[in-house]
C-alpha cells in the first residue's frame, strides 16, 4: 500500500503563490502511478485540480478549467514525489488539497473514484 503525505500548505494572500509538495512511500515504483490532485472547501464536494498520468503513457497532464493556466502539476519520480505549483491564487482557491494515487491509470481521469489511495490532505487559504 503506497502512503501519501502532502505538505506546503499555509496562508497566502490572493495573487500569491504556493507550492504544493505530496511524498509517496510504500507500494508500487512510484513511476506506476498516475497522481492527481483534488480539493475539497467548506461544505462542498470534492473536486478535481489537476492529474499526471504514470510514466509509462507519457505523463501527461490535465487540469480543471478553473485552474488551468495558473497552477501546474509535475513528478519527480526519483523523489516519489508529485507537486502542485499554484500561482495567481484566488480567494476560491481555498480548500483543503489532497493527494491521491492509483496505479497504471494511462487516460485522463478527473474523477476521484478512480483513484484508491489518498492523502491526508493539506489547508490552503488565499485571504484578500
Known amino acids: 500500500q503506497v502512503q501519501l503525505v502532502e505538505s506546503g500548505g499555509g496562508l497566502v494572500q490572493a495573487g500569491g503563490s504556493l507550492r504544493l509538495s505530496c511524498a509517496a512511500s510504500?507500494?508500487?515504483?512510484?513511476?506506476?502511478?498516475?497522481m492527481g490532485w483534488f480539493r475539497q472547501a467548506p461544505g462542498k464536494e470534492r473536486e478535481f485540480v489537476a492529474v499526471?498520468?504514470?510514466?509509462?503513457?507519457?505523463?501527461?497532464?490535465y487540469y480543471s478549467d478553473s485552474v488551468k493556466g495558473r497552477f501546474t502539476i509535475s513528478r519527480d519520480n526519483a523523489k516519489a514525489t508529485v507537486y502542485l505549483q499554484m500561482n495567481s491564487l484566488q480567494l476560491e482557491d481555498t480548500a483543503v488539497y489532497y493527494c491521491?494515487?492509483?496505479?497504471?491509470?494511462?487516460?485522463?481521469?478527473?474523477?476521484?473514484?478512480?483513484?484508491?489511495?489518498w492523502g491526508q490532505g493539506t489547508q490552503v487559504t488565499v485571504s484578500s
Open positions: 499526471i498520468t504514470w510514466s509509462g503513457s507519457g505523463g501527461i497532464t
Open positions: 491521491a494515487a492509483e496505479p497504471y491509470i494511462a487516460a485522463i481521469t478527473r474523477r476521484a473514484s478512480d483513484f484508491g489511495f
Open positions: 510504500g507500494g508500487r515504483t512510484f513511476s506506476t502511478y498516475t
